[in-house]
């Protein structure tokens, strides 16, 4: 009960108010769409990257999840949702052999897939 | 699979409690004894710690002022965006910090008062606080804040650190245009400057600029921006220069790339402007978010009447004068 409030009220800090800014459709780019562009293409890297560790793969597989249209759904993600997985990605214990470290993987996919509505598993009855 | 998901948030929330934020300042004691203090009144923390900020920062401002652009009486309290945009309105630009107290160590350390946020009580009954962090004492594990109605509030590392981690480390510190915070980093310097560009009058957003190029002249993105500022302020000169710059820097700079040629374009340079886009195009793969805009870019030129540079401006803007 506590726990699934935990992550209820992780994942409404974490995924509350989307809004993908595209760069207007002008000949000169604006400074800060510029910015978010190349940060979105970043984030995408690091989340793509963890998709493609095998232990991460393995629990994907485990989950009956398909690798590559996790990715794909990852790609279309807004720039906020993206941001976060990244930054939580990156927060992770570098190295990965550790249990803590594959837990937090697993955690992690989880997030990932419940947001790119892979399956619904944080939605409670 | 629900077990599984428990197990995992379990595990990720001992480690959060085990490990924490580790603070291990060292040397010496620091606090910043002249910044004014404002008592709070009721529940208005957040006009109280922003004019703490800003008259520290040499605004002439009170908190009276400030209240009616951030407090929100149906929520007592006010939001971080509208202290930001507060904080622009007087002409200084709002820099958060990166989230670890390494950052606001250093802020402190250079001599600026630091606006947190803090979460007096839990996650899931939260309680928020504006306060502004004065000063440190390594030795003794405390922090000092002007904070409430009290000028000189002492906390324990641990209780501070644990109440700003539960508003997730928000920290920020108003910097006169042209100052460089001491905890910077390029990336999010250029993005503050980026978020401030049309909100801070031309003339003080160009010492922003300046100032970031003087700090980090090897950073393609603050060249981009400070080249896309001066295009704005109608200094295509200026803005060549800069754009040249971030392209030797980074030579694959898309964005540089299609701004310079659309630069180009607009001043007559259509066969310097064609080669720009050309290399842009062969970087950017269709479906990215930049490849509507350099495909308009390059389109428009490739519908210009005539293919020469025949502008008045082409040799200036094209030629690496820079060094000049």
Redesign the interface.
Known sequence: MV?????C??ISVAFFGTGML???????????A??Q??D??ANIAIVDAALLRSDVQQQLAD?GVDVENARQRVAGLPDRDLARLAEEIESMPAGGTSL?AV??I??IV?LILEVTGV?D??KGR | MRAAVAAAGVLMALAGCATGPSIKPTGQAVELTEVPFFSQQRYQCGPAALATVLVDSGVRVSPEDLVPLVYVPDRKGSFQPELKAAARRYDRLPYVLAPEPAALLAELDAGNPVLVLQNLLFDWWPQWHYAVVVGYYPDRKQLVLRSGTSERRIESFRSFFRSWQGAGNWAVVALQPGQIPASAAPARYVAMAAESESLIPASAMALVFEAGLQAWPDDADMAFAAANHARLQGDPVAAATRYRQALRIEANHVGALNNFSDLLFTEGCIASAGTQIAIARGLVPAGSPLDPVITATAEAIEAAPQTQDEGPLCDRLTSSSFRR
């Open positions: 726990i699934k409030r935990l992550i009220s992780l595209m760069p207007v459709q002008a000949a000169m780019v604006g400074t800060q510029y910015l562009t190349s979105r293409q989950l803590l837990v937090g697993v955690f989880l399956i598993i944080f």
